[in-house]
């Protein structure tokens, strides 16, 4: 998917939403567990009642793996069944890898090649040769971890480099821009540290950056769109645990409800105020 | 596995080596193909043929997610029949997680609750967080990234804090020892980068060191053990491709030979010289 599609399927939908597809079996409505695979199911229903305010969806491979080979087939499924059924809705694995150059490409080839996926968290401690592979793919994404919505970004994102005067996270910014471009890099930035997004948007001002940390985490979308948004949108928000466990009874139309209320109404005001609808 | 029975089976096999499992369907001898699981039953022959001069194994899990539902079952198998066959043999799932508690949590579930792996390597970008919910298992490891054997390791490990002098993977050395201890924690450091394992020691003179990159990305054994070893070894060396792809015809005898003459008898001697045997 090009840059351009993705704004495409913004101003259709009016939303940046993403929602994140983190399944976890021990919190999924029980009446799911009668089904041979629940977590696919789960995820077709929340997709199925969710898609028409949502531009992305986000399977946390823990979430899958978690469950073993029963988890993989459900994580594949999930992937084919959004790419079958909504080809438009971008698919991130969220799956966070990063090895040596040879290990990474069979990643690829797994996300890319094998599963239809659209784009993939790659962690960055590991440089260049071990993101470039990902970046071979045409109309495929890397979503690179820059500034996280954890606490522990705090212990290394944020040390100042001696020659540069440059934190971890700014250098990732800019060392990796000769890696990609932004056609098919994007990163993540948490919303938990929403006022550095317009710090970060003077070093790319033009890539689409990917905002977990909304909702359940305590991040402000008015903040992060506020800061981060650029003259293609450029955010995609994501927001997990408080969309997809809304309700235990009729799970996957409260899902719908808090992302049409909570996020895709909110988020037509605020391309409607920035003009880009 | 605790520590000291790491140590207790390097003197008892007179070895440090870790065999890395990066089982490629497309690189295994053809007449494995008609086997069920190929993936496993290549694995399956070389540990049988290697397990005496090994003391790890360390299946790569790109290489299993590479094939879908069906490597992720060959990677289960893998690390099933290895520790009911050989227990006291320590198996590292490298997988390279990370993320933010709740996930990582999941990641742990599944490595170390519904699979038997005694530790599995994680990176530290996302910090204390991401790590910590790996180290609450007794008798299971986090294997830390922090200096590793790519030319990507350049980009951003050797990056010097303003505010300390010290290198970003110092920093994680540092850091990393109030998240867990020698009892829980190792870390990576590649062999490519061996002269730096004296600096590496004298923050970390205790704790065990995973060692990969000797072999295929050309580090020397000798220069890791003369900078590396310490009173109770603490070293793993990883060998991966020059064992496990040795030879296309007798494929599993190859790999035992070359595990043998090339690794265990130079480590035996080193182990005699300093006097660990």
Redesign the interface.
């Known amino acids: 998917m090009t840059k351009q599609e993705l704004f495409e399927q913004i101003r259709k939908k009016k939303s940046f939403l993403c929602v994140g597809l983190?399944t976890?079996v021990k919190k999924i409505p029980k009446h799911l567990l009668r089904y041979e695979d629940p977590q696919f199911e789960f995820n077709r229903e929340i997709v199925d009642a969710t898609h028409g305010y949502v531009i992305a969806y986000k399977p946390?491979l823990?979430?899958y793996?978690?469950?073993?080979?029963k988890g993989?087939?459900a994580f594949?499924k999930t992937v084919k069944y959004i790419k079958e059924t909504y080809p438009e809705i971008f698919v991130i694995a969220?799956a966070?890898?990063?090895?040596?150059?040879n290990?990474?490409s069979?990643?690829a080839?797994?996300f890319f090649e094998?599963?239809p996926c659209d784009a993939m968290t790659v962690?960055?401690?590991?440089?260049?040769?071990?993101?470039s592979p990902f970046l071979g793919y045409p109309g495929k994404w890397v979503v690179l971890?820059d500034l996280?919505?954890?606490?522990?970004?705090?212990?290394?994102?944020h040390?100042?480099?001696?020659?540069t005067?440059k934190e971890?996270y700014q250098?990732?910014l800019i060392?990796s821009q000769d890696w990609g471009s932004k056609e098919n890099m994007m990163y993540v930035v948490g919303a938990t540290q929403a006022t550095k997004l317009a710090d970060i948007r003077q070093i790319v001002p033009n890539h689409f950056l990917l905002v977990p940390g909304v909702g359940a985490?305590g991040g402000s979308l008015a903040e992060v769109a506020e800061y981060g948004m650029n003259a293609d949108c450029g955010l995609i928000v994501n927001s997990s645990r408080e969309i997809i466990y809304a309700s235990e009874e009729n799970f996957a139309l409260e899902a719908a409800k808090v992302a049409y209320h909570k996020y895709q109404q909110p988020m037509e005001s605020i391309l409607r105020e920035k003009g880009l609808i």
């Open positions: 983190d976890d946390n823990a979430f793996e978690a469950e073993g080979v993989w087939a594949e969220d966070k890898r990063g090895d040596i150059l290990t990474s069979l990643y080839r797994a094998i599963l962690a960055p401690y590991m440089g260049e040769d071990s993101v971890l996280t919505s954890n606490k522990g970004s705090f212990n290394f994102q040390m100042v480099n001696a020659a005067g971890l250098e990732v060392q985490q």
